[in-house]
Structures are given as structure tokens and as C-alpha cells.
């Protein structure tokens, strides 16, 4: 963002030891408070909403928009907390994780993507292949005190994320799953290393680990292993999300998106009442109107500092969003 940009500004309080919290004053007296990745323009019962994958998926399915089929299921501790609460209500369809394998078997099949219903950024997110594996992250997650898993359907078609404001694309792309490309010599585990640095040097935050348990059991299922010394110019997928917080990397569609896709992020937009959008979307063909899709999930906050660092023209993207949006006056 240029200097001067902001003229409708005339005060920018950043909280010193972070930057995590700013408050803007703007010449008609209004304030804007952002908080991280959240710029101010939603209402917090929409960030909220957008937030469970469990309640985006129902309200996806509300406004007949395509989603991937799935349930969400408590895990022990969480349902022995809130269940007899909720009995006591007359709330009696609360699922827990022991029924996810006859809902697997008989709605699904394996394999199954399993992630936390208010999980971020790709964090916790697994693929099993069997019932073995998927008992294996329950045990996980009751560790680390997740509430509740969404259990849903794999969606095989090209992943993309579509920004808007206000109805307006602001940029979309397509994500790609974090892989590293083979020069003959080295192991994964250096070439991740390498590619950990490159990361760095292009100004990302992202944290590759090789040690990661999704890069783990994805590894072990392709039959992978950290001294792995894959061949010159060989691309290893090395994890199923494409999420670039999780490492993936990024291709700018912008200019060959088809309107209808647009139109479909700006609808949701609307619906979910949210002015800023990111749409997590799979599409077969994302120059077709007509090509087979799922919306896969809807972010209130899109973070876009991984967008922004892939090249010039996507950083400039990136800061004309930001001043568009910090310079409006609050409320209009």
C-alpha cells in the first residue's frame, strides 16, 4: 500500500508489540477496528457461523448451493460435557464418533476427509483409508480437546479460492496440494528444507514439517519416507489439502474464471451476510458455467498474505483490497 493511499485516514493506532489490533479514525469522525485477517466488514455473527464447517454445510444445502455430502459427530469428552444438556432439551439426534463407522460404511465409503468443524488454515485435517486410521485421529483429536469432527465425502475435482467484496471478484486462483520437485540427489526431507527457505525468502509464514502426522500418513500411504530421494524433475505430492497455510502453492485464474462462479461466491456472500468472502470451491472446468462443482467451505476473514507473496501482480491485488477497504468510511 502506497504512502497517502489511506485519505479518507487521518489516525492509524497499531497495537505495538504485535500489529495484530489497529484502530483507523476517519475524517468524519468513525472508527474502524481490524483484528488480524478481519478487516472490520463483517458482523460477528457471520464470521461466527462461517466459522463451523458443520453450519456453513446446512446453510449451503439452505440456499441449495452444491456441497460435499457429510455429518458432523461429537467426540467423548465433548459429549459427556454438553450431552445430558441436551437431553435434557429433547435434542436427541446428536451423533458421536462411535457411529461414524456404520455412517461410513453406509453413506460414504472410505477414503473420507475428517476435520474439526471450526479448524483453519488445513490444520488437523486427514484423509483415512480404513477404519483403523480414522480411530487413530478420533484418539487424536480427543487429545487435543476437538469438539466436533465433520466427516465428509473426497471431492476430486480441481480446487480454487474465490475472493469478493461486495459482490466484486477480487481475485481467485487455483490451490495446489504442498509438493516438493525432485533434483536427483536429494531426500524429501532436504528438499522440504529447501523449499521451507524459499518460503521464507518470498516472505510466507508458512511452517513446512515433515513430521507433520498429515504429511506423515500421507507419506506412509504412497509408500514415502523422509530418506525417499525422488528424480529430477519429479513432483511429489507430499499432503491431500491444498490449503496455502498448509504449504500448497497457487495459480492466478482471474482472467479465465467464467461470471457464473463470480456470481455463485457473491450469492453466498449475500446469504451468509458477509461483505468480504473467500469461497473454497471445486469445479471441474472453472472457465464452464456449466461444469460439475461443491462449494467446499466459506471464509469470513480469507487470509491472502500467501496470495500475496506467489507474485507482483497478485501483492498488488492484495494491497488495492486493502486500501479499498480501509479507506471507506466505516458503515457505507
Given at each position: ?97 462411535a457411529q461414524t463407522p456404520d455412517y461410513i460404511d453406509q453413506e460414504l465409503g472410505y477414503p473420507v476427509y475428517v476435520k474439526p468443524v471450526d479448524g483453519s488454515k488445513g ?210
Open positions: 500500500m502506497g504512502q497517502g493511499a489511506l485519505t479518507n485516514v487521518v489516525a492509524v493506532d497499531i497495537e505495538p508489540d504485535y500489529g495484530y489490533v489497529a484502530r483507523l479514525t476517519y475524517m468524519d469522525g468513525a472508527h474502524r477496528i481490524t483484528y488480524g485477517n478481519d478487516l472490520g466488514l463483517n458482523a460477528a455473527a457471520a464470521c461466527d457461523l462461517a466459522k463451523d464447517k458443520g453450519h456453513t454445510k446446512f446453510m449451503l444445502r439452505t440456499i441449495g448451493v452444491n456441497c460435499p455430502k457429510g455429518e458432523e459427530f461429537l467426540l467423548p469428552w465433548w459429549h459427556e460435557k454438553i450431552g445430558p444438556a441436551q437431553a435434557a432439551r429433547g435434542n436427541t439426534n446428536i451423533k458421536t464418533v490444520a488437523d485435517i486427514h484423509v483415512p483409508r480404513n477404519r483403523a486410521e480414522l480411530e487413530e485421529i478420533f484418539e487424536i483429536y480427543e487429545k487435543k480437546r476437538v469438539r466436533v469432527a465433520l466427516v465428509e465425502e473426497p471431492v476430486r475435482m480441481p480446487d480454487y479460492r474465490i475472493v469478493c467484496l461486495d459482490g466484486e471478484l477480487i481475485s481467485a486462483y487455483r490451490r495446489l496440494p504442498l509438493a516438493v520437485i525432485g533434483d536427483g540427489s536429494s531426500n524429501i526431507r532436504q528438499l522440504l528444507e529447501n523449499l521451507q527457505r524459499q518460503y521464507e525468502a518470498e516472505g510466507r509464514d508458512t511452517r513446512l514439517d515433515i513430521n507433520d502426522p498429515h504429511v506423515q500418513r500421507y507419506m506412509v500411504q504412497h509408500g514415502l519416507g523422509a530418506d525417499t530421494i525422488p528424480g529430477a524433475g519429479q513432483p511429489v505430492a507430499l499432503a491431500s489439502i491444498s490449503n496455502l497455510s498448509a504449504g500448497g502453492t497457487s495459480k492466478d485464474v482471474s482472467d479465465v474464471i467464467n461470471d457464473n462462479w463470480v456470481s455463485l461466491a457473491a450469492r453466498v456472500a449475500e446469504n451468509f451476510n458477509l461483505r468480504l468472502v473467500g469461497v473454497d470451491l471445486a469445479c471441474n472446468d472453472i472457465t464452464s458455467a456449466d461444469a460439475d462443482y461443491s462449494v467446499l467451505e466459506v471464509n469470513a476473514s480469507p487470509g491472502l498474505d500467501n496470495y500475496a507473496a506467489s507474485g507482483e501482480a497478485q501483492r498488488g491485488v492484495v494491497d488495492g483490497l486493502y486500501t479499498k477497504v480501509l479507506n471507506a468510511f466505516p458503515g457505507r
